[in-house]
């Protein structure tokens, strides 16, 4: 096999696709996705939803409204976004980890219901028993956030099953992080998956310091994109700071799974700027460093530029900015102000029958 470049963190989208078996067809390397001046307008209006709106909820969670944990999406959202906008709603199924809300967002659930879970209230999706980790619809498809690490990974495989079984041409993206990605239930989903050819895009948001170890440190092979050689899936890595690019290869990576190929790997090479969740306070890396990525790499200023060169004012950029603010400031005094749940809400959602 050919030897392949390592793509490097900081760079453009340079995706590459790999794979165990010389002779077998591969997925092409993407490009970036050419996106329309409303569609540009859309990836900014959502990244920045899912940034003003985590901002919101670190305040809340500092002044008490949010308890347990919070695990925020700050500097990742090209990746939910990117992905979520070539998905079809109602068809294809999601399935996360714990840090949740960016990718509820992106899938057009109401921010207010998330903002309420978040708070513990009654009005909220999981109907204030979930919190920041465990949402759930399945009006849209939104099989949950779920704080066992790597736990999502077999349920997407089981997701994937039912699209297979049921023939409804659905495909399942299942999210994971880094950290995740050496979990051993990680590679046994691979392998029935790729077994069964089931219709599955497996996604490492490889954000590189999983809960504060980087993945240079804790991983022997730290390509993400190489772990399903061995099980014959192809992998794909990715400029996750970049919508563009992870819509490109989104849609690839739909393509491939659409043809009945089976499931393909995309490893997100993303950063989160805050820390692995609430209470932590991130020391393991410099603040020079996180400062650098902002600077040279944050998701929102990346289409910003897009935007410019479509001639889209900052006018109407600001417009965007102002009007999402009020979304998020609703949302919070919605939350703040509904009611939390009745105690014999801890009864209900317990066990599908009644016995």
Same mark, same amino acid.
């Given at each position: ?17 790999? &794979? ?29 939803? $899912? ?22 999406? =700050? ?62 619809? #399945? ?60 219709? $599955? ?6 954000? *590189? ?8 440190? &804790?991983?022997?092979?730290? *390509? ?5 050689? &061995? ?25 491939? #799974? ?5 499931? $393909? ?13 609430? &209470? ?43 009007? =999402?603010?009020?979304? #998020? ?27």
């Amino acid at each position: 096999m050919a030897k392949t470049p390592t793509p490097r963190s900081g760079a453009r989208a340079k995706a590459t696709a790999a &794979s165990a078996d010389h002779n077998r067809v591969r997925p092409d390397v993407p490009t970036d996705y050419v996106a329309s001046k409303e569609e540009l307008l859309e990836f900014y209006r959502q990244m920045v939803l $899912i940034r003003r709106f985590e901002e919101k909820a670190g305040q809340l969670y500092g002044l008490g409204l949010i308890g347990g944990f919070c695990h925020l999406y =700050i500097g990742q959202e090209a990746v939910a976004v990117g992905i979520q906008s070539a998905l079809e709603p109602g068809k294809d199924s999601v399935i996360t980890g714990y840090r949740d809300h960016g990718h509820m967002l992106a899938y057009g659930i109401d921010p207010n219901v998330i903002m309420a879970e978040l708070t513990g209230r009654e009005a909220g999706i999981s109907r204030g028993k979930g919190g920041s980790m465990h949402m759930f619809s #399945v009006e849209h498809k939104f099989f949950g956030g779920h704080g066992i690490v790597g736990a999502q990974v077999s349920l997407g495989a089981g997701l994937a099953f039912s699209h297979k079984y049921r023939g409804d041409g659905g495909v399942c993206v299942a999210y994971f992080g880094d950290g995740a990605a050496n979990q051993g239930q990680v590679y046994e989903s691979f392998n029935m998956a790729e077994l069964w050819k089931l219709p $599955i895009i497996f996604v490492i948001e490889n954000n *590189q310091y999983a809960m504060g170890t980087s993945v240079n440190r &804790s991983s022997a092979e730290d *390509q993400l994109y190489r772990r399903g050689e &061995s099980f014959r899936i192809p992998g794909i890595q990715v400029n996750g700071m970049d919508v563009l690019a992870v819509r490109g290869a989104t849609e690839e990576a739909l393509k491939w #799974v659409k043809a009945g190929n089976g499931p $393909i790997l995309l490893e997100m090479k993303t950063y989160r700027y805050r820390g692995h969740s609430m &209470s932590d306070p991130a020391k393991y890396r410099s603040r020079e460093e996180v400062q650098a990525m902002r600077e040279k790499s944050d998701p929102i200023e990346g289409v910003k530029k897009h935007l410019l060169a479509a001639e889209v004012g900052e006018d109407e950029m600001k417009a965007i900015d102002q009007e =999402i603010r009020k979304i #998020v400031n609703a949302s919070a005094d919605f939350a703040e102000t509904s009611p939390e749940p009745d105690l014999a809400e801890l009864y209900t959602d317990v066990l599908v029958e009644q016995y």
